[in-house]
Nanobody, 115 residues
Framework: QVQLVESGGGLVQAGGSLRLSCAASISIDRINAMGWYRQAPGKQRELVATISNYGRTNYADSVKGRFTISRDNAKNTVYLQMNSLKPEDTAVYYC?????????WGQGTQVTVSS
């Protein structure tokens, strides 16, 4: 069982930045991949970025060049640095852990970008 706790969401103006954090209840060395997803009102949950336990990253086209995912194994935490935010980035952001095919989710953190 893996528990994930997100933090760092909030309200920001367009062009601003936020950093989301996801703290895991176990050593993230044991987790195959972690990632961030988001869900806007009336839309399906979508991939934002993932990072493997080897450090390989993957990004949605809509966030490439603006968002950066990283991990701190010593703190069992994954981060999402979000720069140049746009109103269309407004969503609930969820942390995800994939442990040998079993998916775990955090409770989500709201990000609102005003124009």
């Amino acid at each position: 069982q893996v528990q994930l706790v997100e933090s760092g969401g909030g309200l920001v103006q367009a062009g601003g930045s936020l950093r989301l954090s996801c703290a895991a209840s176990i050593s993230i060395d044991r987790i195959n991949a972690m990632g961030w997803y988001r869900q806007a009102p009336g839309k399906q949950r979508e991939l934002v970025a993932t990072i493997s336990n080897y450090g390989r990253t993957n990004y949605a086209d809509s966030v490439k060049g603006r968002f950066t995912i990283s991990r701190d194994n010593a703190k069992n935490t994954v981060y999402l640095q979000m720069n140049s935010l746009k109103p269309e980035d407004t969503a609930v952001y969820y942390c995800n852990a994939n442990m040998f095919g079993v998916l775990y989710w955090g409770q989500g953190t709201q990000v609102t970008v005003s124009s």
